[in-house]
Each structure stands twice: as C-alpha cells, then as structure tokens.
C-alpha cells in the first residue's frame, strides 16, 4: 500500500469545501487505516474564497489556476467540483497527468463530453490512473439498509417506488443567475438533485428500462444578473439587468425499473424544503421509506406482525445497520448521520480504493464513469419524454 497520498480539490464553493472537510476526516472513520492523507491544494479562481478554504481546512496553499496541480507530483488524488461544464477539460487534463480523480455529479453538462470522459476513464484505467464519479447517497446507512431489506427479499416483490427530491434554493427570485440555470431543458432540476434521485431509484429498483410522462416546467424565467461571485445557493447583490433562465425549476415523470414501476419528482422552487430526498418503495410483504430530513432512522412495515400491530415502525440506525459500526468515533444507534458524513464516507471509499485497499475491507466503492454516463441517458430519456409531450422513451441497457 502507498505509504502517503497528497490530495487537491478544484472548486472551493459549496460542494467544494465538503470535499475537503471530507478529506480532512477521511482518516478519521473506519478501519483499516489509511495512508497519511496530505491536504495539498484548493484551487478556485476566486483566489479570497480559495484561500479562506485552504486555511479552514489546513490545506498547505490554494491555485488560482487548477493547471498547477497538473504537474505537482506531490498531489495524487483530485477532486473536481466546479460547474457541470467545466467538469470534461479538467478530469481530462488530470487523467492526462496520471492523477486519481474524483468528479461530482452529473458526470458533464451534456452526454457527448460525458461519453468522451468515460472513454478517457477507461484508457486512464490501463494506466492504473482511477476516474470515479460522486453520488454519496450510495452510503447513506438507511438508503442502504433499504437496499438489503429489497434485495434480501424481505420486502416480498417491488412493486412500485415513489421518490422526490424538493430543494428551494430558486424560490425567490433574488436567487441571481448562475450556471445552475444555464443549459438546455434536463439540466436544471433534474441535472442537479434528479442526478441523485434517479441513482437512488435505481439503487433501490434495479436498472430503469423506460420513461414515461416527462414533464418540465420554469416558473421563473428571468433572473438578476449577479454583483459579485456567486457561490452555491447565495442569494441578494443582484443587479437590475435580468438574464433568462434555460432550464427546468420542475420536472416529473414515470419510469418502469427490473422491478417494480415509480414516479419521480424534482423541484428548486419547493418554498420550505432546502434539501429534501425523500423516496418510499412498496413490495408485495411491506414497505421502506427514508427522508433526508430524518436520515438517522428509517420507517418501515412488514407484513409477518400480527395485522393488529401491522403498521410502519421507526427504527432508529445504529451498529445494526450497514456502513455504521466502527464508522464514527462514536457508532452509537441514535447519534445519527447527516450529508456532510456521506462526503466523508465518500471521500474515505475513494482514498481506499486508490491506496489499493480489498473491496472486501473498504467502504462501497464509487460508482464509475460509465455509470455516471448511464445515469445522464437516464436523464436524457426523461428530457427526450417531455419534449415529445410525455412519450414513453427507452433507455440504453447499462
Ligand atoms: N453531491 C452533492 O451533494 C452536491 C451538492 C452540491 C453540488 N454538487 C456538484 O458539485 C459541483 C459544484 O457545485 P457547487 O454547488 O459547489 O458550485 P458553486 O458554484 O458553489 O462553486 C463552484 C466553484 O468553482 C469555482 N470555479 C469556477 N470556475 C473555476 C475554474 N475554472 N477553476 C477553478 N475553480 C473554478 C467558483 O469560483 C466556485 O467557487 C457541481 O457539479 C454540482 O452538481 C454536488
């Protein structure tokens, strides 16, 4: 095993920075131990914002240009985690360099760069150099926990899924026009949190196979162009000049998976829900639902109780369930789990795997390129739907 590896991350707003906090814990949860982790750089053309990352975080310097990470043999491993089209240049030119990276989802901001990343992923991967995409549900302990209860078979046979993903951060108009809403129809809502709802779905349903019923909506088509830097949902110091907004604020539809069939629903104008993954699945012996705003327990039914106590039960997570033993200093049931953890239990997955630890000893591993390219023909199925009124559309075998 490597004795150290030396870590950057490029984007320091507000997935960036729970990059590097992660990275910062990584060695902190789990066993075995890894290599020494050493917090090379933050790099983010907003050099303030840069720097007050790379000092929170006690990362040695900050770049105002990613390219000097290019040719620091000192760094081994980088995250990406800037704007969905910056994401091809700069996993291209890392894979280039030899290093280990680690991009955020969606895996591009349209399906040609992403096929073009999975091809460089792929011959990066002969060289030993690993591309591994960010979808840090796959280790939430009670998505997981659910996962078991449906693959064991506990749950009898799926029969149908219903999951939403609610954020709020367009509600207002005030919110100023950032890169979030520029691109075509499937790269708003849906790109950004439907990326995360559609992996779930699958995670709980198996393969989706069609879509049905696509449905986009923008319900505030101008926004204020911006002062200053925007970083993640910020809102206020807008100007009084407008730019049009290019993608969707909503977007639903219907799907068929290996099992079962769902409905799914994102929005970024759900006034009251910041972040709100929420999703039931419901079998033939019982059901299992999860929500974000609880994610330290999980609501389940099954159908072997008498039918005078048959009823959704809430089972708080703890050693019990999967990912939590031995995972925080304190695996208690109860203390609960949040989303910064799941960047942590991330970025441990990722360092384990590049340090060449087994599977059989580390955390899930990533989820690779080519599925990260799945994951947006998934969401280019529901875009082709709802451009042709709701057909139903096939989606490519993963
Ligand atoms: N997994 C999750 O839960 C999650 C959550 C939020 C965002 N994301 C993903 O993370 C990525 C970034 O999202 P965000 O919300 O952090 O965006 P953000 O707008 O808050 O931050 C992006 C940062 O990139 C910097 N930047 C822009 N151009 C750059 C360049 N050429 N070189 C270096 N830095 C540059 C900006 O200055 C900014 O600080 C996106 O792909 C998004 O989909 C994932």
Redesign the pocket.
């Known amino acids: 095993m490597t004795d150290s590896l030396g870590v950057a991350v490029?984007?320091?707003?507000?997935?960036?920075k729970?990059h590097a906090a992660a990275y910062r814990a990584a060695s902190t949860v789990y066993r075995p131990t890894l290599p020494s982790i050493r917090l090379v750089s933050i790099?983010?053309?907003?050099t303030e914002?840069g720097a007050e990352t790379a000092a929170r975080y006690g990362f040695e310097r900050h770049d105002a240009d990613?390219r000097a990470i290019l040719d620091d043999d000192r760094i081994n491993v980088v995250s990406v985690?800037?704007?969905?089209f910056?994401?091809r240049e700069i996993v291209e030119a890392l894979l280039a360099a030899g290093k280990h990276v680690l991009c955020?989802?969606?895996l591009s901001d349209s399906i040609a760069d992403a096929r073009a990343m999975a091809q460089s992923a792929r011959a990066a991967s002969d060289r030993g150099v690993l591309a591994r995409i960010?979808y840090?549900f796959r280790r939430a302990p009670g998505i997981a926990f659910i996962r078991e209860l449906v693959q064991s078979g506990r749950l009898g046979e799926i029969l149908h899924f219903s999951g939403r993903y609610w954020t709020d951060y367009a509600c207002r108009p005030d919110a100023p026009m950032?890169?979030r809403y520029q691109g075509g129809p499937g790269s708003g809502a849906l790109g950004?949190v439907g990326s995360?709802l559609s992996y779930v779905a699958e995670f709980i349903s198996g393969d989706v196979i069609e879509v049905s019923g696509g449905r986009f909506h923008t319900s505030i088509t101008e926004r204020p162009k911006p002062l200053g830097?925007?970083?993640?949902h910020t809102r206020g110091n807008v100007s009084d000049e407008t730019a049009p907004v290019e993608n969707e604020d909503y977007a639903a539809f219907s799907a068929r998976f290996a099992h079962g069939v769902g409905t799914l629903e994102v929005s970024r104008v759900a006034a009251g829900h910041p972040t709100s993954l929420m999703f039931e699945v419901f079998g033939s012996n019982g059901a299992a639902r999860w929500d974000q705003r609880h994610p330290g327990e999980v609501q389940v039914i099954v159908h072997d109780d008498d039918d005078a106590l048959t009823g959704y039960r809430t089972v708080q997570l703890g050693p019990a369930h999967p990912g939590f033993a031995g995972g925080w200093a304190m695996d208690a049931p109860g203390v609960g789990v949040g989303?910064n953890d799941l960047f942590v239990h991330q970025a441990r997955a990722f360092l384990e795997e590049v340090a060449g630890i087994p599977e059989s000893e580390s955390l899930p591993r990533c989820a690779t390129f080519d599925d990260g390219v799945h994951n947006m023909e998934f969401l280019a199925a529901v875009a082709e739907s709802a451009a042709q009124g709701g057909a139903t559309v096939t989606v490519k075998e993963h």
Do not use: F, R, T
């Not at 790099?43 to 907003?46: L, T």
């Open positions: 490029i984007g320091a707003g507000m997935a960036g729970a790099a983010d053309i907003n914002l990613w985690v800037v704007a969905n910056l994401h955020e989802k969606p960010g840090s950032s890169w950004d995360h830097a925007v970083v993640g989303q």
